[in-house]
C-alpha cells in the first residue's frame, strides 16, 4: 500500500481526497491535516510515502514545509497542490525537492497517476510546467553577476556530461538524472563531479546558472541531440 498524508486548510478538499484515495487500489490515507505545522508533526507518527500538500497553507506554506521535510525526511514523495497559476511558489517547491505539482481541478485518474509516478521515484512535471520553470530560473539567473567559464574548458565536455547538464537546467536531482539516463546514482554523480572540475565551477546551482546566462547550454544540448 502507498500510503499517502493530505495537507490543505480547506476541510471539503481534505474529506473528498481522503474518500476518493481511499477507494483505490494499493493507495491509503494514513492522515489528513490543515496547515504545515500539523505536516510535521504527522510524518514522525505516522510517516507516509507521499504528500500530497496545498502550496498555501497557514501557518507554514507548502514551500517552507517541502525544504524541511526534504532536509529531514528526503524519502518521502511530495506533490504541490494549487488552485494558481503561481510560477514561483511552484519553482520554489520544486528547487526543494517536490516532485512535481497538480491543478487542484485535475481529474482522479490523473491524481493517481501523479502518485505512483513519483512513489516509484520518478518526477512528475509536465512539459508546460518544465517550460515555465525553466523560463523563471532563466529570469533569475540574469539577474546573477555572469559566471564565466574558459571556452576550452568547455569543448572538453563529452555528449554525455551535456545530457547530465540539461537535467542539471531541469533542476533534476541525482536520483532522477541517473532514472532518466539509465544510469546509477553513483555514475550520476561522477559525472558532476567532473563536469564541475573541468568547468571550474562551484556546484549544480552554478552550472545551471551558467548553462541559461551563456546560453551555450541550449545550443551545444540541441546539437547533441540531432
Sequence with gaps: MIKVLVADDQELIRTSLQ???????????????????????SIRKKRPDVILMDIRMPKMDGVQCTK?????????????????????????????????YLLKGASIDELVKAIHTVYSGRAMINPDIATKVVKLFSQMAKGYYPIEVGKQDIEELTKT?????????????????????????GTVRNYLSTILSKLKLRDRTQLAIWAIQSGVGKVKMEHHYE
Excluded at 25 to 41: H, L, R, S, W
Excluded at 84 to 95: S, T
Excluded at 161 to 185: H, M, P, R
Design 19 to 41: 474518500i476518493v484515495l481511499n477507494n483505490q487500489e494499493n493507495i491509503e490515507v494514513t492522515d489528513v491535516v490543515a496547515n504545515g505545522q500539523e505536516v510535521i508533526q
Design 161 to 185: 556530461e551535456w545530457k547530465i547538464i540539461e537535467q542539471v537546467v531541469y533542476g533534476l536531482s541525482n536520483k532522477e538524472i541517473a532514472d532518466t539516463l539509465n544510469l546509477s546514482e
Design 68 to 100: 524541511i521535510i526534504k532536509e529531514n525526511y528526503p524519502d518521502i514523495k511530495i506533490i504541490i497542490l494549487t488552485t494558481f497559476d503561481d510560477d514561483e511558489y511552484v519553482y520554489n517547491a520544486l528547487k526543494y525537492g517536490a516532485s512535481g
